[in-house]
């Protein structure tokens, strides 16, 4: 099976940044999309931002220059670089990939545990 693996959470004062990163592992013939969603207390889980294959990137508009997505492709690893942090991005923040597996070259949605960002203010 397919497993996500974050890391790089935790408490940052506002106006601080933090890095994220997920590991992609398992039986995995090529992955179509990695991304970050997140769950704040009281609210739905919304998307933060993904990378498809090919680098093309898109972010949320409340994340939009502030955020920023990358992908090591040798290493199945995204991070996600959060800068100018508000109180209003605390949230448990999930990775998210879109992924074909082996051996059955099934496409396949898996989902990380998740990772709690707390920004104080």
């Known amino acids: 099976q397919v497993q996500l693996v974050e890391s790089g959470g935790g408490l940052v004062q506002a106006g601080g940044s933090l890095r994220l990163s997920c590991t992609a592992s398992?039986?995995?013939?090529?992955?179509?999309?990695m991304g970050w969603y997140r769950q704040a207390p009281g609210k739905q889980r919304e998307l933060v931002a993904v990378?498809?294959?090919?680098?093309?990137?898109n972010c949320a508009d409340s994340v939009k220059g502030r955020f920023t997505i990358s992908r090591d492709n040798t290493k199945n690893t995204v991070s996600l670089q959060m800068n100018s942090l508000k109180a209003e991005d605390t949230a448990v923040y999930y990775c998210?990939?879109?992924?074909?597996?082996?051996?059955?070259?099934?496409?396949?949605?898996?989902w990380g545990q998740g990772t709690p960002v707390t920004v104080s203010s």
């Open positions: 398992g039986s995995i013939l090529g992955i179509n999309r």
């Open positions: 998210n990939a879109g992924v074909v597996a082996g051996p059955s070259f099934r496409d396949v949605e898996v």
């Open positions: 990378i498809i294959s090919g680098g093309t990137t």
